[in-house]
């Protein structure tokens, strides 16, 4: 399976709103194997990936995991 294509689409700002919008939002390192958000959590906002990659992916109700995709910056 292959990471969705990358798009820079914060590089449309101006450096003066993207300096603000990197002040204004918070920033979260996540280690490998652990979770953005789980299902049925509700959504906080927008996640914008700055490096790396993040496998999206659901729980069977096998139990068996299932990868939709992975996203990577």
Known sequence: MSATPRQDFLGVLDPKKRLRLSLDCPQRTLRRGSYLFLPGEPCDGLCIILT??????????????????MVEA
Do not use: F, V
Request: no cysteine; net charge positive.
């Open 52 to 69: 790396g990659r993040l496998k999206l992916s659901r729980i069977q109700e096998s139990g068996r995991e299932l990868t939709l995709g």
